[in-house]
Structure formats: C-alpha cells, structure tokens
C-alpha cells in the first residue's frame, strides 16, 4: 500500500470551491466534538453505574443504623455522605467473629494458592515439555473440566467430602480447588514458550528433573505464578455455594459465608451490619486487583484464549 | 537413565491428574449413578436401585417444570442480553480518547466483587420499601416500583443484578479480541470505503468468531448455574419467579432431604448445559 496515503480518511477529491471547503471541514470538526462529547457522557454515565451502588454501601456502613435510611427515602444526595459517622457496625461485626472469618479466608486462600501453582506448574510443564503416550487425549480431558461447571456436581462432591471425613476442615475447602484447569493451562502457554535450550542447558550436568524444575523452571514463571495466583485466590475469596456446603462451622467459615449469613435476613434491622460485611468482602478484592490491574486483566485474557 | 525419563512426565502430571479424576470426574460419574437410586448421594439407610424413578418423578413435579421454565427464560433472555452488552462496552472502551484509561479501570471494578455482594448491595438499593433507587426514582416524581418483590419485575431485576458484573467481566475478554485485530487491518477497510458498520460487521465481527463463541459458551454456563442471587433475594419468590433450577435442586436436597429429587434435577441441569454448549460450539465454529 502507498504509505504516503493520508492516515484517515479524507476528502481527497478537493471540492471547487474554498469555502464549501472549510464549511465542510467546520462541520467535520462540529461533528466529532459533538460524539467526543457523546462518548464522554456515555463514560461517565457508565462509570456512575459502577461507582454509585459501591460508594453508597460503603459510606452507608460508616452510619448510624437509625439514620442509614434517613436521606434514601426522601432522597437526597446526602446519602451520599455519611450523616453521623461511626464505626460501630464494624465494632459489632467484628465482634460476633467477622475477624476470624476474614483470617479463614485469607488462609485458606494462601494455601490454596501455593498447592495450586506447585501442582499446575509441574502438570503445565509436563504437558510443555514432555513427550509421552496418550498426551493429547490427557489433555483434552483436562480442558474439558471446564466446559462442567463444579456448581453442577457439588452434591456427589459434597458426598466425597463426608466419606473423607472432611466436612467442617480446612481440606474440604482447600484441596478440591487445587486442580485447576485455568492454572494447568496458563502453566503449559507459558512454558511452551520457553526456548528448549534453557532446559537442556540445564540438565547437561545430569541435575534430576525435579531439581531442574525447582531451580530453574519455577523462577522462571513468575509472571504466571502472579497472574494465575491472583485468579486462584480471588477464586476462593469470592466463593460461596461450597463453603457455605463443607465448612459452616465458625472455625472455618469464610468471608462469603459470613456476609450472606448477615445478609440473608433483609427482615431483620441490621442493615448496618450489612453495609459494613460487604464493604470489607468488596475492598479486599479491590484493593488487589486495583493495582494488579494490567496482570489480573492479562490473565484472565490469557485464560480466554483457549 | 531411559526408565527415569519416561516416568519423568507421569511424575509431574500425576498430582494434578489425580485431582481432577477425583474432583472433577468422579463426582459426575457418581451423581449420574445415584440419580437411579432412592436415598440417593448418602451413606446411612438403605437404598434401592429405582431406574428412572427419580426423573418420571420429577415428569410430574409442577415445581420442578416451573423452575425449569423460570430456568429456560432467564437464560434466553440473559445470555444474548450480556453478550451482545459486553461487545459494545468493548468497542466503547476500545478507543484511544483522552483519559480512557481511568474509565477502563472504573468499569472493569465490578468484575473484582462476587456475585454475592454484587446481589447484596443491588438488594439493598432496589429496596421496595426503603431502596436507594426508589428514592431516586421519587426525587425526580416517578413512582417507586416493587423489584424484587413483584411476580413481574424480580426476574428483570435479577437479570440486570447479574450483568452488573456479568457485562464488564465478558466485556473483558472482548477487549482483549479486539485489542488483538492489527490497526491496519481496519484502517484498510475504512481507506477502502467501507462505512463504521461495514467494518464492524464485515472485519472485526468475523475476526471475533473464537471469542465470541468462548464468551457465549461461558456466560451460559455461568447463567445456567447461578445460586446466590435467589437465594441470598427472593429465596426463588415471589411465586417461584426467581426459582433457578440450581437454587431448586439444593434446597430439594439440603432443606427437604430429597436426595434423589436433587441428584436427578442437578443431572437434567448438567445434561442441559452440555447440549446448549455443544450446539454454541457448532453454530459459532469458524467456516474454515
């Protein structure tokens, strides 16, 4: 294509006269401003849809319980400031074992992170690396865990869980979520990407396989291990239906759990408590996707192009 | 040295391998089993071999057929609905305009929440008596309006509730599709003529058919198996509206006790599931 072709489209044929020309160009520019601030209107409205509903739950937990409606109905944008702050509703959340399900939660998912990458990087590298019978069916059979959603099982699996004994116990919350197909298959793009030479470098002096992978392969896949580490354990923090099946107990009942347990009851007055649950079960997330952005989004891209 | 390094792969497969058979493959090939017993999915009693009971049952269980069908529309509704959605928010926040950057971030947020919270706090506005919504709506003299308490508008309601996540979440993975087409390829197009639509619809959608299909298969998938907004709204009321099959078959098994109810309608859910997945597949699949 002839580069010296203007980047946009123009009107390369010059209309006869000058000044139907600059009205033209007039018009073009009126035009674009006006979508410019079309586009900018539609951004903003967007983004009150997101921000609105989040800001109110939040300044509405710093509230009295008495006046959390008092600016709702009659509306005014007060409701939008806290009408008398307090933190009492935190005080009292915290009080009936919200701290102890946040430290479950939070243990539960650094656990659950740590298995997760060890288990899935070395079936990831495998598949990678590794020549051997049967791979391609394996493979198949792995992608294909998730076309079934778990929802859809979760009462045999629930059955599994009591065979083993596990119900109300770290196990049954953590080792199902281990295998991971999304994790296995973000492990094995990375690594197949990798030039062979590194490997066959490093196994020269004759090192076993699994030092090779401990030293070398694993630190090298640090961009994985963040990405998919911050999906497994956003996985978990936001998980809902199994917890609230295996583990009700308080002594390791998660976060998801506990909110919905305040929440359930709209009957009740307790919205406060409400509004400062699912504050802290919204922030938590937030806090660290906000500034992992780029790599939560370049994971959950890498995860969708399968 | 030869035996070790054919053993090599099985040794980093088999953790993973074995977690999946267990987690993953054993429990469909057991609920698929236990759908044909009594007392289905427990260990204390006894149990019976019933053959297709449990679903002739269900052929005759209004409840279930009104959650199939409350199931059924929800989705036809709500997967087009949040496709189609998350493609235009895509092709929005595609643009390089000044400051697009910040909005990105901002309309991404939601994907960050749960679902539960996401439900929570949608509740909570959409409050017939007391809602943040209904305030506004009588703030500018429009009349407040039931939600999710009336027969008509719970199943709407809910069906905006999950796209507040739903939208920016596949819209996501839009972006990274379109962010993907080279520039000159579009630029090619429009030097040739073509209007913004014929672009769009002549370039960019078939470009998209890999993502379009994973987005479709994923959102029903998602939709098919939603939980926590009836349960945690309108415990599938007012009238079984909001009933979604998931929400039927868990409180058939751990509020009623029917075991054998629950595994046969978690089965028809999963049989369903495979079919509109397989026919997604079919329709989208590339031409080549």
Request: aromatic content about 12%.
């Amino acid at each position: 294509m002839n580069p010296s072709l203007p980047k946009r489209r123009t009107n390369l044929v010059l209309p006869p006269v000058a000044s139907q020309v600059t009205a033209g160009i007039r018009y073009r520019r009126a035009v674009s401003a006006a979508s410019s601030v079309l586009s900018y209107a539609g951004l903003i409205l967007l983004a009150l849809l997101v921000l609105v509903p989040l800001w109110w739950v939040m300044v509405s937990s710093f509230t009295t319980r008495e006046t959390v409606w008092a600016n709702v109905l009659p509306f005014s944008f007060r409701a939008f400031l806290p009408e008398e702050f307090t933190l009492a509703a935190y005080q009292e959340i915290f009080s009936r074992g919200f701290g102890r399900a946040i430290a479950n939660t939070l243990f539960v998912g650094a656990v659950t992170v740590v298995l997760t990458i060890l288990i899935c990087a070395m079936a990831g590298f495998a598949f990678a690396r590794f020549q051997f019978r049967g791979k391609n069916a394996l493979w198949v059979l792995v992608l294909l865990t998730l076309m079934v959603p778990s929802e859809l099982t979760v009462i045999p699996s629930y059955t599994l869980v009591s065979t083993f004994g596990w119900v109300n116990s770290w196990a049954a919350l953590v080792v199902p979520a281990v295998g991971n197909a999304t994790a296995i298959f973000l492990f094995r793009q990375f690594f197949a990407g990798i030039p062979q030479d590194l490997f066959d470098a490093a196994r020269v002096d004759g090192a076993p396989w699994g030092r090779v992978f401990l030293n070398i392969v694993l630190p090298l896949s640090r961009p994985v291990m963040v990405t998919s580490g911050i999906l497994i354990f956003l996985g978990q923090w936001n998980s809902f239906f199994w917890p609230m099946l295996v583990a009700p107990d308080a002594a390791y009942r998660q976060i998801q759990v506990a909110v919905a347990m305040i929440g359930v009851d709209q009957e009740l007055t307790s919205w406060d408590l409400i509004f400062a649950s699912s504050t802290i079960a919204a922030l938590v997330p937030l806090l660290l996707v906000l500034p992992m952005q780029r790599f939560y989004v370049s994971s959950i891209m890498g995860s969708g192009i399968k | 040295m030869a035996r070790s390094e054919r053993l090599a792969p099985w040794l980093f497969l088999a953790p993973a391998l074995l977690l999946l058979l267990v987690w993953r493959y054993f429990p469909i090939v057991w609920g698929l089993r236990e759908s044909f017993y009594t007392n289905a999915l427990s260990f204390s009693g006894g149990r019976e071999f019933v053959g297709l009971d449990n679903f002739r049952w269900l052929l005759d269980d209004p409840t279930f057929w009104k959650s199939l069908e409350v199931t059924m529309i929800f989705n036809v509704i709500v997967n087009p609905l949040q496709t189609i959605l998350a493609f235009f928010l895509a092709l929005f926040i595609n643009r390089s305009i000044r400051g697009i950057g910040a909005f990105r971030t901002i309309l991404l947020l939601p994907i960050a929440i749960s679902i539960n919270i996401s439900a929570l706090a949608w509740g909570l506005a959409l409050n017939a008596e007391y809602g943040l919504v209904n305030g506004m709506l009588e703030a500018v003299g429009l009349e407040r309006q039931l939600f999710l308490r009336s027969v008509d508008q719970a199943m709407p309601t809910m069906i905006g509730i999950v796209s507040w996540i739903g939208v920016p979440l596949w819209a996501l993975f839009f972006l990274a599709g379109l962010q993907n087409i080279p520039a000159d390829v579009i630029e090619a197009a429009r030097l040739d003529g073509a209007t913004r639509f014929q672009t769009l619809y002549q370039i960019v959608l078939p470009l998209m058919r890999r993502v379009l299909a994973f987005v479709l298969v994923s959102t029903t998938v998602a939709n098919l198996t939603l939980f926590a907004p009836p349960y945690l709204l309108t415990r599938g009321g007012p009238q079984e509206s909001t009933n979604l099959l998931l929400y039927e078959a868990w409180q058939r098994g751990f509020v009623y006790s029917d075991l054998g109810a629950s595994a046969a309608m978690t089965m028809v859910l999963l049989a369903i599931t495979v079919v509109v997945v397989v026919i997604e597949f079919a329709f989208l699949r590339p031409a080549d």
